[in-house]
C-alpha cells in the first residue's frame, strides 16, 4: 500500500514523523509533502530519512512529470496530518496554489484530513463549515482531541493521536481492497426511444450516479462492466464500456453482462414505454395535433432479477413521494437484494451534482446514506453494499 502524507505548517507537524516512521515499519510505501509553513517547523532531510523517498515541497519541481497529478494517481490514500485551518479552508474553497492542495483537489482516493490547531480557530464558525463542507464531499476527518496545546492551556485541537490516524488509513486500505477480484456490472443513463429518426422520449438522466459508482468500484479491485446509455459525460478510465440506447438494447446487454457478475447495481433510468411505430423517414410538421401511441418496454430490473443466480442486484428506485413504501415494493417484486431510494423531488436527482440516498433491504433494512455529492455517495453505497454482501 502506498500513502501520500501531506505535513503543514502547524505545532504539531513533528508528530507527523512519528506517524511515517510507524506506516514505514508496516511496510507501508510514503511520498511526503510538506507546505512551505510546515518546513518552517520540521526538515524534510526528516521525512527524507524515515521514508528513504524524496520529499516533496514544490509544485514546480520536475514540472514534466506533473508532480501534483503523479503523486496522487500512484498512492492508494492522502492522508494530511496535521491538516491546519488555512489548509482546510484552502480545500474547501477549491484553492490550489501549492503542490499539497493542487494535488488533493486531484485526487480520487480516499482523503483524510487529522486537522490540529489552537482551540478557538478549530471552533470558528469558519474551519467548522469548512470541515462540513469536506466531509461531504467525502473527505474523512479524524477529529482533533482535547488535550495539552501549544499555547501552554487545554483545550480542543490537539492532533489526533497516532493510533486513531493509523485506524483511519487501515479502514480506507480495507476498501480499496473490498470489491478484489469481483465482477461488477452497472446501468446508468437514460434510454432513448425513438419515434422517427430525429426525434426520441428520454428523460432527465446523464448517468452521474452510474458512473460515479462504475468508478469507485474500479478504485476498490472490481472489474467493472458500465452499460451506458446516451450520455455527455465521460465514462471512468479503466472499465469495458458497453453503450445501448433503448431499453430494449440495454435489456440485451444487460442480460448478457450482469447475469454471472458478483453484484449487480442498476441505476440506468429505463423508459417504462416506447413508442409503438417508429416512423423510417422525419415526421413532416403539418400544423396539426400528433398522437403518439406508447407500448411498455420490456421490465429490466425484473428480467435480472429472476435470473440472478448468486449475483447480488441492487436497484435504484427514483421516486418523488412515499419514496420507501414504493421502493421496498419494488425490492420485493423485483427479486433484489437491496435498493437504493433516490430522491428526485426538487432540486436532487436527475442532472444535479447532489443526491441524497436511502438503502432498504430484506423486511426491514435501512440505511440513511445522506445528502452528499454522487463520488461520495457511490463510495458510502459501497461500503454498504460490501457488507451486505459479507453477510449474505
Ligand atoms: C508558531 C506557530 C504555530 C502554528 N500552529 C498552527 C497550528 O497548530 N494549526 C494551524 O492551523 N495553524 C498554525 N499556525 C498558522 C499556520 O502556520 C499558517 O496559517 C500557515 O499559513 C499555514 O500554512 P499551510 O497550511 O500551507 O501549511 C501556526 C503558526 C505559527 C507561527
Not at 500512484?74 to 494530511?80: F, G, K, P, R, S
Not at 448478457?256 to 423510417?280: E, F, Y
Not at 436497484?315 to 437484494?337: P, S
Not at 433516490?342 to 447532489?354: H, L
Request: proline share 5%; hydrophobic share 50%; with cysteine.
Amino acid at each position: 500500500m502506498r500513502v501520500l502524507l501531506g505535513v503543514c505548517g502547524g505545532i504539531a507537524a513533528y508528530k507527523a514523523a512519528a506517524i511515517a516512521s510507524t506506516l514505514v515499519q508496516r511496510g507501508v510505501t510514503i511520498d511526503v509533502i510538506m507546505t512551505a509553513a510546515a518546513q518552517r517547523f520540521i526538515a524534510p532531510l526528516t521525512f527524507a530519512s524515515l521514508t528513504a523517498r524524496p520529499v516533496y515541497t514544490s509544485l514546480w519541481d520536475a514540472p514534466e512529470r506533473i508532480p501534483h497529478i503523479r503523486l496522487v494517481r500512484e498512492a492508494d490514500v492522502a492522508l494530511v496530518a496535521p491538516a491546519t485551518a488555512n489548509l482546510i479552508a484552502k480545500l474547501a474553497a477549491g484553492i490550489a496554489d501549492d503542490l499539497l492542495t493542487s494535488a488533493l483537489l486531484a485526487a480520487r482516493i480516499p482523503r483524510i484530513l487529522a486537522p490540529a490547531m489552537n482551540d478557538a480557530m478549530y471552533e470558528d464558525g469558519a474551519t467548522q463549515a469548512n470541515l462540513r463542507a469536506l466531509q461531504a464531499r467525502g473527505y474523512e476527518i479524524v477529529d482533533p482531541e482535547r488535550g495539552f496545546l501549544a499555547e501552554r492551556e487545554s483545550g480542543m485541537g490537539r492532533l489526533a493521536s497516532p493510533e486513531r490516524i493509523v485506524d483511519a488509513l487501515d479502514r480506507a486500505f480495507a476498501r480499496r481492497r473490498s470489491l478484489q477480484g469481483k465482477r461488477v456490472a452497472i446501468t446508468a443513463g437514460p434510454t432513448r426511444e425513438p419515434f422517427d429518426p430525429v426525434r426520441f422520449a428520454s428523460n432527465a438522466s446523464t448517468g452521474a450516479t452510474g458512473i460515479a459508482l462504475a468508478r469507485e468500484a474500479a478504485l476498490r479491485g472490481a472489474a467493472v462492466t458500465l452499460l451506458l446509455g446516451p450520455t455527455l459525460l465521460e465514462p471512468p478510465a479503466g472499465v469495458d464500456v458497453v453503450r445501448f440506447s433503448t431499453a430494449q438494447e440495454l435489456c440485451a446487454a444487460a442480460l448478457q453482462c450482469a447475469v454471472g457478475a458478483d453484484l449487480t447495481i442498476a441505476t440506468a433510468a429505463v423508459a417504462d414505454w416506447r413508442p409503438a411505430h417508429a416512423s423510417d423517414s422525419k415526421l413532416k410538421k403539418s400544423g396539426d395535433a400528433l398522437t403518439v401511441a406508447f407500448e411498455p418496454n420490456p421490465d429490466v430490473l425484473a428480467a435480472l432479477g429472476e435470473r440472478k443466480g448468486n449475483t447480488f442486484l441492487v436497484g435504484f428506485a427514483a421516486e418523488t413521494e412515499d419514496h420507501e413504501r414504493h421502493a421496498r415494493a419494488k425490492l420485493r417484486a423485483k427479486h433484489l437484494d437491496a435498493i437504493a431510494v433516490n430522491d428526485v423531488a426538487g432540486e436532487r436527482g436527475f442532472g444535479t451534482g447532489e443526491n441524497e440516498l436511502v438503502l432498504l433491504w430484506g423486511e426491514d433494512g435501512r440505511r440513511e446514506l445522506g445528502r452528499a455529492d454522487k463520488a461520495t455517495l457511490a463510495a458510502r453505497l459501497l461500503d454498504a453494499v460490501g457488507e451486505l454482501m459479507r453477510c449474505s
